[in-house]
């Protein structure tokens, strides 16, 4: 190598070095200043609401912005998508975003639904939770594979048929051949478990922390975890895939459903966001979530995080969207909207 | 006031066989999304076509009072609707701090009050306009007139 | 005996300096967000939540509860002046309220309403602490059929009894419901006649609609004639006399409170129906079992005691869902139980087993802040009631820039202010043609409670979900109130064959 190709290729380094740290720069005295709109489709002290004001104080603290929160629960928790979708493309809009119904609004085509997922930016996941399916003390059935060899329905007590427990129900119930009956229209997940309590329900399927509240006293009893791996929570309780035996078939939809609860309570902010910012974004919130006085601080008002960067969600949202072919989405439709109802 | 009556029982009429129509025609909502809408609409147009029959005939219902008009005529009734509805583009073209203040200043000037009493009102509203709504709510009021803003 | 000294034990935990002195902060602004309309009692506590991060349970609690327990005692106030009440539950004041003040008889109303909040709060509160121990097994009494049962009692009662003729009731209330049918529907998952507008896939809202009903009309007649609201009167000056005379009407009525203030109790109970359900329940259950039905609205005192009572005491019930289940049992407590997990507290059934104490104290903050809202008020009524003497020409405007920025602020949604004026040309219709304004805000609130809870019931129970034992005794208990005035005539024509 000559002396010119040297200095050139020192010069190129140099240059290249100084500009990773100083683009770094960049974004964090763009942001410093600002006003960051930070939505929620959660209602006040919803927990939404409580993930998004928890955040906030270290979010103004490392960065600098001033950031206005924003309660926008509309259209089944899209037309906050929507707007984040929409909004000017320079990082200062960002969504705690209600991940399964966001998923499936763009995938059954929801009315209302105006935003491409596969387009927007995925920043950090703040909470993201297996499913369990439990069944009630009062239920016909004392086991799953009571229940799946009875032939007979049991009733499964969820929201609405596009809500994270009706999702979870219906492509569970399809993969391990369940017969159930899907009873929708209650406000809440307390709802449901007072229903499950008084019969009104046979099962439920709740992420980990609210099976844990709920099956305190033995009044829901815990049957499989709806996931390649067991609960932290519930070493004993076994998987889908360990209870039964599952194919090809049965496999892809229990993946299927894997894959929105991975999404769950994420932050995302819309298409085309300078990729500098959106580094420091990604920094920032990993630095706020995996830090254990804020995690045990969340644990406390329990709403547990379980972050994961963007590459996880990423990857949940290809896994959603990149598996279906037209016959695939034909299948999706009549399971998650027709079949148990 | 008959006449008012007929009129209303015509519009509520026309509105629920419009809606059920959109949902039934437009929309093509299956049967178990408009169960509930055929049987509310259905008991509402009973109703109200029972109700339209009383109105064209005079019929006085078990219970009615007297009547007693808001307004001495339509043109009275028209002038003062006008001037509450006055207020939407007041707020729309010079944002809501302004738009409610000069709307005060004008409605109170033209009803009779004193200057002194308009404008001591006027920027009373603007007073709480900014500092409840604005400063102390954090409610998001469009504050600057249309094409102004910053 | 332990019922007492759990009342005492609680009374005694919640009379600190520091606690009273959050109640005393609360309280005005709860007040506040009450009486001024289009500024609800939801956005109070979301402006409040934020300020108990770090606070200890009882004090964080008691900063919301506090609020939370006076704002349909404030919505009072401006029913009973304005005729336009506070939040949609104060709508069954204004049938009798507003019409004593435009006779002049502002401050007795208020007077009445105040006590009747105060003392009603203070029912419900005694109510709750006495089924502390067994609050689980009540809330499980009531399920889906009961629900679907006691909404319908509702909208039906106020229809059939409320004011106007029957016939105009039942269009206005099954109005009520179809406007409620727009937008997104949990069962079927459907946005319903949406129109491809964003603001309609959430259906319309009730601030714009119940400002749009009651404030809008009231506003025309205002600022048509120029006279204020009290205007049929002779009376120049409301005294703190004529307030107390209304405060001892209370005391006058002893029996109708109590019945209003049970059912206050009871109904607010039921997750999902008692906040807006139980004041028209009460409103219609005094006016077919008082002695002069004719009264009621027309200025009738009765007709203000009873839906007062009953909306304060329905708090008292509604902590119970709240406490026994997390369920909330109004929209309130929705917020109430955030404020709950911020705190690090899970209601629910484990709850009470291990603070069973919060419980009390929270039940005692309810009552105190009750007891302190309405002395205050009471003691302020009667320059409050002056406003019933200012001139339409002054009120009117200043009146439309509250309404038009209270709607704003509840969502911050321009649309909103527009459909306020939508509404307004409803609401002015149905009240130039006497169609019962309050049957239609029952209806459009009741609709989800009635539509979500009958598919469950079909779906869990079959046809036969109205044999349960208690959805058999709230049937029987509407067709008795429908009927009463019919059995009470053929029981007094019987006395009188026999005598």
Known sequence: MNIRTTFCALAFGAAALAAVPASAQDAAAFYKGKTLTFITPGSPGGGYDTYMRSIIPDLEKKTGVTVVPVNDGGGGHRLAVNKTYAAKPDGLTILLADGEATLVGQLLDVPGSRYDLLKMNWIARANGEKRLFLFTKKSPYKTIKAAKDGGKAFKVGAVGKTDSVALASTLAAHALGLNIKMVIGYKGSREFVRAAIQGEVDAIALSESSSKRFSKGGRLIPQVTLARERSELFPKIPTAFEAFKIDKEAAFWLDFNSAFADVGRAIVTGPKVPADRLAYLRKVFGEILTDKGFQAEMAKKRRPISYADHTTLEKAVNTVFGALDAERKKQVRNIILEKYY | MKIFEIAFSATLLLFVVAIIGAGMFVYNYPLNVMRFPYFVGGFLLLMGLWRLKGAIQGERLDGEREADPTTESVGQFARTAAWLLAILPAVWILGYPAGISLYLLVYFLVHGQGWLTSIILSLAALAVTYFVFIVFLRVNLPLWPIGLAP | MEYFSLLSDGFLRVMRPDLLLIMLAAIPFGLIFGLVPGLSGLTALAILLPFIYGMQPLPGLALLLSAHAVIYTGGSVSAIILGIPGSPPNAATVLDGFPMARQGRGGEAMGAALASSGLGGIFGVLVLVAILPILEPIVL???????????????????????????????????????????????????????????????????????????????????????????????????????????????????????????????????????????????????????????????????????????????????????????????????????????????????????????????????????????????????????????????????????????????????????????????????????????????????????????????????????????????????????????????????????
């Open chain 3, 141 to 499: 009494l009531f399920g889906s059929p009961e629900t679907f049962f006691l909404a319908l009692m509702g909208v039906a009662f106020i229809a059939v009894v409320g004011e106007g003729p029957m016939q105009k009731g039942l269009i206005a209330g099954a109005l009520g419901i179809f406007l409620a049918l727009f937008g997104y529907q949990s069962v079927t998952g459907v946005p319903r006649f949406w129109l491809g507008s964003d603001y309609l896939l959430d259906g319309f809202r009730i601030i714009p609609l119940a400002l749009g009903l009651f404030a809008i009309p009231e506003l025309i007649a205002l600022s048509a004639k120029g006279r204020s609201v009290a205007h049929d009167s002779d009376e120049s000056r409301i005294t703190f006399a004529q307030v107390m005379e209304g405060v001892r009407q209370v005391f006058r009525h002893p029996l109708l409170f109590f019945k209003s203030s049970a059912i206050g109790a009871v109904v607010g109970v039921v997750p999902g129906v008692g906040g807006e359900t139980s004041p028209f329940v009460a409103y219609a259950a005094a006016k077919q079992t008082s002695k002069h039905p004719e009264l009621f609205g027309k200025g009738s005192i009765e007709g203000v005691i009873a839906p007062e009572s009953s909306n304060n005491a329905k708090e008292g019930g509604a902590l119970v869902p709240t406490l026994a289940f997390g369920i909330p049992g109004s929209t309130g407590m929705a917020l109430l139980l955030g404020g709950f997990l911020i705190l690090g507290l899970e209601p629910g059934p484990e709850f009470l087993k291990e603070h069973m104490d919060l419980g009390v104290g929270l039940a005692m903050v309810v009552a105190i802040s009750n007891l302190l809202a309405a002395a205050v008020m009471i003691l302020l009524a009667r320059y409050i009631a002056q406003i019933t003497h200012l001139k339409g020409h002054i009120l009117a405007p200043l009146l439309l820039a509250i309404v038009v920025l209270g709607t704003f602020a509840s969502k911050q949604n321009p649309l909103d202010v527009v459909y306020v004026f939508i509404f307004g040309a409803l609401g002015y219709a149905l009240k130039e043609l006497n169609y019962s304004r309050a049957a239609l805000i029952l209806g459009f609130v009741l609709t989800n409670a009635i539509e979500s809870s009958l598919h469950i019931s079909l779906r869990s129970y079959g046809w036969s979900f109205w044999l349960r034992p208690v959805s058999l005794i709230i049937i029987a208990l509407l067709a008795l109130g429908i009927l009463w005035p019919v059995i009470k005539r053929r029981l007094g024509a019987r006395k009188g064959g026999a005598s």
